[in-house]
């Protein structure tokens, strides 16, 4: 052999397309034609001729190809109905569960499960199980994940994403006959034919053993965290928990009730700096009458009573100074009771409010109290206790501070009043010049 002659062949091997292993089984056939419309009409003659086990290959989507090789619309959308009911009804039924079977919790008497309440999680779970059809049936439906083929062991194959469109038939088509069937291609117009074989290593026809491998590894890791978790609430630990973001928590400070040597009573906290006041008048709440319903008590304490810590105090009988108790203050109570007080007291103040009556509808017992009772304390507490109870409860009442400012609160002191006075008349409120007109 010349020197030349060895080039020449190197040269050679170097063009020619890689050797592909000896073949396997027999796949199908790979027809090749010219034009997409070619393919559409080979297309739609393969699936006159009886066929269903072929598929077409472009570089983009043909029109009409679906219609010639008869594909059937999806049933994608009837399966995402399915789920999305399933997930409705999950969610229904997880609710009615929770809430009115396994713990059932009178809140006012309202019904443990009523539809309306269920309505948000309904609509999230019946999202929930939609897309999870949709994204899982998709890869179902394409018999994905597939990351080989056997069309790929042919060379004139690899056009299919440049300027290639194809026909492949497989083999396992009852109608299939190596003949009959590449005449039947090669009659649609076909430019090229080719029998298209499996790998005769059987391990090939099969995904990668590797990809498994992969797969296996993650989900192997990807439990490894449960498992620390599980293990953690079986087994008691004296180590302190791991802290991996500590942010700012551990500093170097003392906290309020620690001890501190520095100091010859020990504590960190140092107290109220004598003299300090607040220079914000909201905060500072001077006005005790005001804000607290308070007063001094002028009054000396008792021989042997425990020694106060600051003046004595007393709850005011009247209103505060700064607030005048006019018509315009009994309108603006009246209102607010209203809008504050009557779901539970009622509006005549006698406690027969909305929510009560809801409680003992649903089996329970949270009644309001009678406001307007002639017998009962609340006729003659001071004013400023019972501002002091709006603001901040009494027993299983909430308290409104948060809701109903200041002055608004000694609006309703003031129509509560009136209620109980109303309530409670006797012929002497009648005024002198009315008292005929009673019968
Ligand atoms: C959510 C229901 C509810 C609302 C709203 C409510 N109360 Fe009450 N209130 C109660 C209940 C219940 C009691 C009885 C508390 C107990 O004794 O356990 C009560 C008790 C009271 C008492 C007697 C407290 C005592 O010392 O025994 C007063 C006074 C009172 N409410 C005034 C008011 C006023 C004024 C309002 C409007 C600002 C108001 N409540 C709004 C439920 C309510």
């Known amino acids: 052999m010349s020197n030349a002659d060895k080039h020449d062949h190197h040269d050679h091997d170097a063009d020619e397309p890689q050797a592909l292993p000896a073949d396997g089984d027999l796949h199908g056939l790979l027809a090749e034609y010219d034009t997409p419309g070619e393919l559409v009409e080979a297309a739609r003659k393969v699936r006159d001729a009886g066929f269903t086990e072929f598929d077409c290959y472009s570089p983009f989507p043909v029109h009409g190809i679906d219609e010639a090789m008869g594909i059937k619309r999806t049933i994608l959308p009837v399966l995402i109905f399915g789920g999305g009911f399933t997930g409705l009804i999950l969610g229904l039924l997880l609710q009615w569960w929770t809430n009115a079977f396994n713990w059932p919790w009178n809140i006012s008497g309202k019904p443990t499960w009523s539809i309306p309440a269920n309505i948000p999680i309904g609509f999230e779970t019946t999202i929930l199980l939609s897309v999870f059809t949709t994204f899982f049936g998709m890869w179902t439906l394409n018999k994905l994940p597939q990351v080989w083929h056997p069309l790929f062991r042919n060379e004139r194959f690899n056009r299919v994403t440049d300027d290639g469109f194809f026909l492949g038939i497989e083999a396992k088509d009852r109608r299939f006959d190596a003949e009959t069937t590449t005449k039947l291609l090669s009659d649609a117009g076909a430019i090229g034919i080719d029998k298209i074989h499996l790998d005769p290593d059987p391990a090939k026809k099969v995904m990668p053993k590797w990809i498994f491998a992969v797969i296996a590894a993650t989900t192997a890791l990807a439990l490894i965290p449960f498992a620390i978790a599980a293990k953690a609430r079986n087994s008691k630990s004296s180590e302190p928990h791991i802290h991996i973001?500590?942010?700012?928590?551990?500093?170097?400070?003392?906290?309020?009730?620690?001890?501190?040597?520095?100091?010859?009573?020990?504590?960190?906290?140092?107290?109220?700096?004598?003299?300090?006041?607040?220079?914000?008048?909201?905060?500072?709440?001077?006005?005790?009458?005001?804000?607290?319903?308070?007063?001094?008590?002028?009054?000396?304490?008792?021989?042997?009573?425990?020694?106060?810590?600051?003046?004595?105090?007393?709850?005011?009988?009247?209103?505060?100074?700064?607030?005048?108790?006019?018509?315009?203050?009994?309108?603006?109570?009246?209102?607010?009771?209203?809008?504050?007080?009557?779901?539970?007291?009622?509006?005549?103040?006698?406690?027969?409010?909305?929510?009560?009556?809801?409680?003992?509808?649903?089996?329970?017992?949270?009644?309001?109290?009678?406001?307007?009772?002639?017998?009962?304390?609340?006729?003659?507490i001071p004013n400023g206790q019972l501002f002091n109870t709006i603001s901040n409860g009494a027993a299983t009442m909430p308290g409104y501070a948060g809701q109903i400012p200041h002055r608004d609160r000694w609006a309703i002191v003031l129509y509560v009043r009136a209620l109980q006075r109303a309530q409670n008349a006797s012929l002497d409120d009648v005024p002198a010049d009315q008292k005929g007109s009673i019968r």
């Open 245 to 380: 973001f500590a942010d700012m928590d551990f500093q170097p400070k003392y906290k309020s009730d620690v001890a501190m040597d520095e100091f010859a009573d020990s504590r960190a906290n140092r107290g109220n700096i004598e003299g300090t006041v607040s220079r914000n008048p909201a905060s500072l709440k001077a006005d005790e009458a005001f804000y607290y319903g308070l007063e001094d008590d002028p009054t000396p304490a008792p021989e042997g009573a425990p020694v106060a810590t600051g003046p004595a105090k007393r709850w005011i009988t009247g209103f505060p100074k700064a607030v005048d108790a006019d018509q315009r203050l009994m309108d603006r109570g009246k209102q607010r009771f209203e809008i504050y007080c009557t779901p539970c007291h009622g509006y005549d103040g006698r406690g027969a409010g909305t929510v009560p009556n809801r409680v003992a509808q649903g089996g329970g017992l949270w009644q309001a109290q009678n406001l307007v009772d002639p017998g009962k304390k609340l006729i003659t």
